[in-house]
């Protein structure tokens, strides 16, 4: 991390992009702006104001400046859905979901009730993260509390908004990441009242999903988010059809596999569900009716063989959609990459996502998703300086590409398809710089 000096006013200059409305939703013309050589105030963690580069360094001449002329600025990514305890599997081989977590994300997790092996991993996570352009996640921890106390308190240190549970697990898992009914209770309670809204944190009660929750479980959680109701409640839902039938014969009395959820009184608008590929009408309108948000994990759904997500169709129904890597099934931690799986996911159900899409998908449809849309995922007056720098010609094949651009588009889409963590010049978290790359 860079020490820069904290709260010192600031000011930013660059292709300043920020949105008004939603893309998926409205025109582009009316749903985007992109200001060429504008700078952004900030001031302590906020964007104070965003105006003429000139005028705002006479109002402000005590403030550091920082000069992204050739770059873009624009909120940083938030990931709606994320595994931090399986950094270290990323990219294993080989395996479809259920062989997956029995091959290689339960012993990894097994290990996370060691403090200094969740600290070291959480660390090394958030550098990943940051160096990507990423400054806010929604993350499952294991069912350790020790894992859900690493993530907050490293999350703390570099004021980052985190979202984060620890996850509920008292049947199909091994012995030693069980839980039972009463034990997830009481400590996601604990966890709860030791780090939901201490200054950034938020936590979200965290069933796995339902076929590793007994009946018991699910309705004790249930239970405890009618307590506390502002938490977020994240879960699985619909990721594979080998996952769907396995949960119909543990739910045989259920009507589908949200309802595996409904039924035990984690179904709201605080909800958020990961995958959501193979829903029935019936999910779609319950997920519709209540305000619910799902999570489109691009990278995931291709690497374990999961389906396409219908990003058209759930969009028409207005669900709020993030984005997200779901690291470690997820094969990256670029959302840049992310944002190219998506497209390609879309165009294989012929439908062409614009590049504003993918960026509002990464930054103002998760936030939206989260229930952050208030404070982070735009550059906006009065948001949290959560900041980033693109630059636009990371690699000479880039390069090539961007120099035929015609607008600002054409110029910014081949650093969605083929940018990764070369592309991200600089990152600000709440007014500090915490990564730069020589300019």
């Given amino acids: 991390m860079i020490n820069n000096v904290a709260n010192k006013k600031k000011i930013l200059i660059g292709t300043v992009l920020s949105f008004t409305e939603n893309p998926f939703h409205y025109g582009l013309t009316d749903s985007v702006n992109i200001a060429e050589n504008t700078a952004v105030l900030i001031d302590g963690n906020k964007i ?24 873009l600025l624009m909120s940083g990514f938030i990931d709606a859905h994320a595994h931090y305890p399986q950094t270290p599997i990323i990219a294993s081989w080989g395996k479809r979901l259920i062989d997956w ?16 092996y969740a600290e070291k991993i959480a660390e090394l996570y958030l550098n990943f993260l940051i160096s990507n352009g990423t400054t806010s996640v929604s993350t499952y921890c294991t069912t350790h509390p020790e894992s859900v106390d690493a993530i907050f308190s490293t999350a703390q240190r570099r004021n980052m908004c ?9 049947r199909n898992a091994p012995k030693a990441l069980l839980d039972t009914p009463q034990s997830a209770y009481d400590e996601s309670k604990k966890l709860i009242h030791k780090w939901h809204r201490t200054g950034r944190l938020r936590y979200a009660i965290t ?28 879960t699985h839902l619909s990721e594979q059809v080998d996952e769907i039938e396995w949960v119909k014969s543990l739910f045989p009395n259920s009507r589908d596999y949200l309802d595996t959820y409904e039924q035990f009184g984690l179904l709201g608008a605080n909800a958020i569900f990961g995958h959501a590929i193979h829903l029935k009408k019936r999910e779609i309108d319950r997920l519709r009716d209540v305000g619910a948000g799902v999570v489109h994990c691009p990278t995931s759904n291709t690497f374990i063989g999961s389906g396409l997500f219908d990003m058209e169709h759930i969009q028409k129904q207005k669900i709020p959609v993030g ?30 996502l614009h590049p504003a899409q993918l960026l509002w998908l990464a930054t103002m449809g998760s936030a939206k998703a989260l229930h952050l849309e208030k404070e982070i995922g735009n550059l906006k007056v009065g948001y949290i300086a959560d900041v980033i720098a693109i630059d636009l010609k990371s690699t000479d094949v880039i390069t090539q590409r961007a120099d035929l651009a015609i607008d600002i588009w054409e110029a910014i889409f081949p650093t969605l398809m083929m940018g990764d963590d070369r592309a991200i010049a600089a990152t600000f978290i709440a007014g500090d710089l915490v990564h730069s790359k020589k300019m």
Avoid: H
């Fill in 162 to 170: 985190v979202v984060a549970g620890k996850n509920a697990m008292d």
């Fill in 207 to 234: 069933p796995r999903f339902s076929p590793t929750s007994s009946p018991e479980q699910l309705s004790m959680l249930g239970e405890l988010w009618a307590e506390y109701p502002d938490c977020l409640m994240q």
């Fill in 101 to 116: 977590l029995n091959t290689y994300t339960f012993p990894e997790e097994e290990k996370y009730g060691n403090s200094k």
């Fill in 323 to 352: 984005l997200a890597t779901d690291t470690g099934g997820g094969s990256s931690f670029s959302m840049l990459r992310t944002m190219a799986s998506c497209y390609e996911i879309a165009q294989l159900r012929n439908n062409a």
């Fill in 48 to 71: 104070k104001e965003i105006g003429s580069p000139n005028q705002l360094v006479a109002s402000a001449p005590d403030a550091e400046v920082y000069n992204f002329q050739e770059k």
